[in-house]
């Protein structure tokens, strides 16, 4: 596998693998086919299990010129650093994507990993968006 420099740390590299990781081990036990919210119930076991900190659905406040308009609720936030938006559609589209840079904007996070659980190898439904 080709690897290419990244501009997060180390750490946080690391972290990125092991919540992937955690994924994968979810998606190997479960397979495609189920709704997201069991997704993000057996992604938040794993992350306990393997001892790393998450918050699920973390609440984000939206702001329009300085009017509180809504609280969003993010899917889950890995050790305060990664937005894990978790998904279980027959494909990503790009307003998945526009969803996730939105999300990483509100709650100022610089990493987020778009998952879609409903893909046959999960590599496949992995996209990884960096501010």
Known sequence: ????PSPLGPELEALVQRTIGCC????RELGPGLVETIYQRAVGYELE???VPFEREKPIPINYRGKRLYVHRLDLVVSGQILL?????DRLHPVHQAQVISCLRVSKLRLGLLVN?????LRQGIRRIVL
């Not at 596998?1 to 290419?4: F, G, K, N």
């Not at 994968?24 to 998606?27: C, D, E, P, S």
């Open 24 to 27: 994968i081990a979810v998606h």
């Open 1 to 4: 596998m080709l690897h290419l």
């Open 85 to 89: 938006e978790l998904k279980a559609v």
């Open 117 to 121: 659980f409903n893909v046959p190898l």
């Open 49 to 51: 299990a393997s001892g």
